[in-house]
């Protein structure tokens, strides 16, 4: 089960906190990409590796589009919605749809930017939550998907929600961070290594960037997560 936070069309903020759910289907990994920042290459490089492995989810977590380069965001849109790609808004995707058109000019398709538009901020499943940056669109608005996470923002997400796991971008450098007896520990996720989540709850993981040639496969059903390489 998958609820979401957003903001309707009339302005009024929709918020959905985690509930008890069920969560991906035992056995079937997810796909998880980030910070393609317009490069159409990397999105479909992605896309085929989920798809060889048998991913039964895919996941883009923000900042699909590059907002100083605008021209190829709508093949990137194109190739999401093929595949029907749960992704979130990043910050740059926000940009484009705001500035427009004096940003995109005639580059980007109305459909592209009603599409932009549309994500939300945060997606929850269970007790894992997807976003850009922080999960805090409701404290924070806006700058929910740019802030930086430090020790605070870390201790704020584990007091908050002291079972869940968070997978963000924006940050390009994938980590994982965990509390243990009052203390954040910080590890650098390296390439091909797997990674218990449950043993770490609650954790934020930092997936990586597409633009890094990096992308991650989630493992619901073992709690497992494994940074994997593009070869484009």
């Known amino acids: ?60 977590l923000g900042d699909i589009c590059d907002s100083f380069r605008p021209a190829m965001s709508d093949d990137c849109v194109r190739l999401l919605q093929a595949q029907s790609v749960i992704s979130i808004k990043g910050n740059n995707d926000y940009t484009l749809v705001v500035n427009r058109p ?63 796991i968070l997978f963000r971008g924006h940050s390009h450098d994938p980590e994982i961070r965990w509390r243990r007896k009052g203390r954040i520990n910080t590890e650098p996720v390296v390439l091909g290594k797997r990674i218990a989540l449950d043993e770490r709850r609650p954790c934020i993981v930092t997936c990586g960037a ?9 493992r619901p059903d073992s709690m497992e997560i494994v940074l994997q390489p593009l070869y484009l």
């Open 210 to 218: 597409l633009t890094r040639g990096l992308c991650m496969v989630w």
């Open 1 to 60: 089960m998958i609820s979401t936070t957003g903001t309707r069309d009339g302005g009024e903020t929709c918020n959905t906190k985690p509930e008890n759910a069920g969560g991906s289907s035992a056995g079937v990994p997810v796909g998880i990409m980030a910070d393609s920042h317009g490069q159409v290459k990397a999105i479909a490089g992605a896309l085929d590796f989920f798809q060889r492995i048998g991913c039964g989810k895919m996941v883009h």
């Open 102 to 164: 004096d940003v995109t000019g005639d580059s980007v398709s109305p459909e592209t930017i009603d599409y932009l538009s549309s994500l939300p901020i945060q997606v929850w499943e269970g007790e894992v939550v997807f976003a850009h940056s922080l999960p805090f669109e409701e404290e924070l608005g806006l700058s929910a998907m740019v802030r930086t996470l430090g020790n605070n923002e870390s201790a704020w997400f584990f007091r908050e929600y002291p079972n869940a």
